[in-house]
C-alpha cells in the first residue's frame, strides 16, 4: 500500500530547470518528514532537501540557493524545483518520507550536459 513514484527526470543543458515530483499513497502525507537523496555514480548517498510536516526546510551545501523544495498536502506529493543545473547535479534522484518508517522511491535519473 505505501507507494511513492518520482517523475519529472531526464536530460537538460547546464544551466537549465528541471521540476521533479514525488506522488505518494499508503501514507498519511501531512505527518510525514519529506525530502530528496541523490546518489551518482561512484559516490555516496547525499542529502539534497528535507521538508518537515510543519514545513520547515533542509537543503544540501551543494544545491542551497538553486533548488526549491515544497509540498502539497491536498495532492499527497512533494516536489523539487531545481533551478540553474550543473553537470555535477547529475544522479539519481530518490524521493524519501518518514514518519514512524522509512519510505523510498524508485528514483529518477537527472542528466545535466556540458
Known amino acids: 500500500q505505501v507507494h511513492l513514484v518520482e517523475s519529472g527526470g531526464g536530460l537538460v543543458q547546464a544551466g537549465g530547470s528541471l521540476r521533479l515530483s514525488c506522488a505518494t499513497s499508503?501514507?498519511?502525507?501531512?505527518?510525514?518528514?519529506v525530502g530528496w537523496y541523490r546518489q551518482a555514480p561512484g559516490k555516496s548517498r547525499e542529502l539534497v532537501a528535507r521538508?518537515?510536516?510543519?514545513?520547515?526546510?533542509t537543503y544540501g551545501d551543494s544545491v542551497r540557493g538553486r533548488f526549491i523544495i515544497s509540498r502539497d498536502n491536498a495532492k499527497n506529493t512533494v516536489y523539487l524545483q531545481m533551478n540553474s543545473l550543473k553537470p555535477e547535479d547529475t544522479a539519481v534522484y530518490y524521493c524519501?518520507?518518514?514518519?514512524?518508517?522509512?519510505?523510498w522511491g524508485q528514483g529518477t535519473q537527472v542528466t545535466v550536459s556540458s
Open positions: 524519501y518520507a518518514y514518519f514512524t518508517i522509512d519510505v
Open positions: 521538508m518537515g510536516s510543519g514545513g520547515t526546510t
Open positions: 499508503g501514507i498519511m502525507f501531512s505527518r510525514y518528514t
